[in-house]
């Protein structure tokens, strides 16, 4: 997990998506500000360590991992690894209105750019 963003320069998911060269693959709303960035491809990690106002980093494009990040309330998501999601995780997604974000970076690339943008070291 990547240290929390809230002493530090925030970001939009609009700055993620540019930061990350992502796709937007659902979301209407890019002005949700991110507070904290985590990584992860086990839910149950995102379960015990996922916080409200959190955006996920995983390379898992399931209806479970929609599932997860809609009851640990986190703002948003972005599937890493050029993975992509089928319809039922879209479907899902717009129906829990969480964002959904791709990148073909990989999870290590996209956490160190986020972690670049909220520091500036």
Do not use: H
């Amino acid at each position: 997990m990547m240290p929390t963003l809230a002493k530090q320069k925030t970001l939009t998911l609009a700055q993620v998506r540019d930061l990350l060269g992502a796709e937007v693959l659902w979301g209407d709303d890019l002005t949700i500000q991110v507070k904290e960035v985590g990584a992860a491809d086990l839910m149950s990690d995102v379960l015990n360590l996922g916080k409200p106002g959190m955006l996920l980093l995983t390379g898992l494009p399931s209806t479970q991992m929609i599932r997860t990040v809609a009851v640990a309330g986190l703002c948003g998501v972005v599937l890493v690894r050029g993975k992509r999601p089928d319809g039922a995780v879209l479907a899902l997604a717009r129906e829990r209105k969480i964002p959904l974000l791709g990148t073909p970076l990989t999870m290590f690339e996209a956490a160190g750019l986020l972690y670049l943008a909220v520091t500036g070291r």
